[in-house]
């Protein structure tokens, strides 16, 4: 399975909705609850599920789904 379907799996489970298609340009304006509580239950469900930890530099970078992805993409680099 691609990265960004894993990661579409994520949020489609965060979220609670079924429809949710991320892409890299996605942004918290284009999915509905995306705010600052649910996006930390966001990170600590990918950091779960991907095994990883986003440092908080990191994290301040984020600026679109695409930034997420580049971010977990490297960290699962062996």
Request: net charge negative; aromatic share 8%.
């Amino acid at each position: 399975m691609e990265l960004q379907d894993r990661l579409n799996k994520v949020f489609r489970e965060v979220f609670d909705e079924d429809d949710i298609n991320i892409t890299p340009g996605t942004t918290a304006n284009d999915i509905d609850g995306w705010d600052s509580l649910s996006h930390v239950n966001l990170i600590v469900a990918i950091e779960t599920k991907f095994g990883i930890r986003f440092s908080q530099k990191e994290l301040l970078t984020f600026k679109n789904v695409g930034d997420m992805l580049n971010s977990i993409r490297s960290k699962l680099k062996p």
